[in-house]
């Protein structure tokens, strides 16, 4: 079992920046790739962004690419989402989620998931 617990959410406006954390407890997070999705009110969940167990390999929705970053520090138990320049369409619900499996990243199919951070960007 994982325990995963998101913080960092807030109202920005846009243009402005904002870091998310995702602590992990349990298991041993470092043997787990990780991702962050989020889900607007109305909306399916997203994919947003995704790290190996390592760190070395990172996947980003193309709406996010070169504005966001996921980077994990393992003996933090920690995953995180730099996110700048923000719009208003990245308000949503963020949620972080641990896989087992390094493959498929970009989909839902993550074994853990953690309760979710609301992140509001105000025109």
């Known amino acids: 079992q994982v325990r995963l617990v998101e913080s960092g959410g807030g109202l920005v406006q846009a243009g402005d920046s904002l870091r998310l954390s995702c602590v992990g407890s349990?298991?041993?997070?470092?043997?787990?790739?990780m991702g962050w999705f989020r889900q607007a009110p109305g909306k399916e969940r997203e994919f947003v962004a995704a790290t190996s167990w390592r760190g070395s390999i990172k996947y980003y929705a193309e709406s996010v690419k070169g504005r966001f970053t996921i980077s994990r520090d393992n003996a933090k138990n920690t995953v995180y989402l730099q996110m700048s320049r923000l719009k208003p369409e990245d308000t949503a619900v963020y949620y972080c989620a641990a896989r087992a499996s390094a493959t498929m990243l970009t989909t839902p199919n993550y074994d853990y998931w953690g309760q979710g951070t609301q992140v509001t960007v105000s025109s």
């Open positions: 349990g298991r041993t997070f470092s043997g787990y790739a």
